[in-house]
């Protein structure tokens, strides 16, 4: 579309005045504005700017009229939208501020600044449950952008505001947290659970992890005072033998949807040109391809590929998986194809661990290695390994590998402190997930 001189004439006056707003110069960038909106009078910036200053001067009618043009023109405008819900809130139109604000985040989740905004509305109409993601999200935003990190990365005018987010969320997510606990303290005492409270000590930031073995990173949530046991003997896994009877059974399937070339995909998800992929995955033969046919992906089951392996589905029925709603299991058939090389890197929990059933192992140097511990597969017999300590695998054959995949918890931990575990990391999940994460 070519541009108009008119158009064009519009745009340079609009930098000209936003040039003017970024040294300060406030009288003279309201004139500029003014004068732009006389030609250009649905224009989102002098409509916004100019509400500012009228609200500056204690003018809030003649704030809210230029507002509502600017979203009435731009009604996708989210710029428009917070101002909004800052003039509403002000006004004590908690309501339409929170209705603003909400549409500001709808439709740019990453928006932090109306984000904040939003939780403060939430917590002025007694929603704190609501108002915490709502901060922890905006907090997390800003400082992913090197904002809020100090107060010289704050905004004055919203540094009280940040700083009650940070306070808020600081103490209210220990007690929506440490409330899902309760029940089970209730049952069992405060003994049965310690392990799991010091994680989420830890997971608060309120305890170091103190790791007893360096080689071990955790990224999201350490369970303290289990063995550091990198790769787990045999016997604490007494389904194996049930498992390893089905190999066969596993494996038809596996050859035929694979064979169909139908269902798998990327285990790391989908890159794109920019994305590095080289820092996880490298092959210096060909392109690297670590590919997976899912039954299960971050805890959803995964209905199409199930389908079509009935028998592989109906034995994970029997076999006592880690499930915590929308984290786990992952289950899959993985495929590591010849010349590739997962680079080393650390797992999420050391609450679950990961078993490798091997389903086609070609000849050739290809292995797995877990904290220096170096594991060749053997087709038909498991293993499980702790993937919070480094580990990468290599397959420098001349053929493909197979392995089928799956979770399962640590063993070292009981039954009660599963079940705290389980609501506890799905109730952290759902935090995260309101708060835009």
Partial sequence: MNTTPASTAADERRAAALALVAQGRVAEAERAFGELLRDQPDDADALNFLAICAHGRGEADAALELLGRAQAEHPADTTTLTNLGVLHRERGRLEEAQAALAEAVR????????????????????????????????????????????????????????????????????????????????????????????????YLGELAPDFPDPRQRPKFFYVPDLPPTPVFARELFPWYEALEAQTEVIGEEMRAVYAADGGFEPFLGHFDDTSPLAAHLRNERDKPVWDAFFFFRHGVRNDANAARCPRTTAILETLPLCRIREHSPEVCFSVLTAGSHILPHHGVTNTRVVTHLPLVVPEGDLALAVAGQVLRWQEGRCFSFDDTFEHEAWNRSDATRVVMLLDAWNPHLDEIEREAITALISGIGDFNRAAGL
Avoid: C
């Fill in 107 to 202: 439709i740019a989740p990453r928006s932090y600044v109306a984000r904040l905004r939003l939780g403060e509305v939430l917590e002025a109409r007694g929603r704190l449950g609501q108002a915490l993601p709502a901060y922890f999200g905006a907090i997390n935003h800003a400082q992913e952008l090197g904002l809020w990190l100090s107060d010289a990365t704050t905004d004055a005018p919203l540094r009280p505001l940040v700083k009650h987010a940070m306070r808020a969320v600081a103490a209210g997510r220990r007690m929506l947290f440490a409330a899902l606990l309760t029940p089970l303290r209730e049952r069992h005492g405060d003994a049965a659970l310690a392990r799991v409270g010091r994680g989420l000590a830890i």
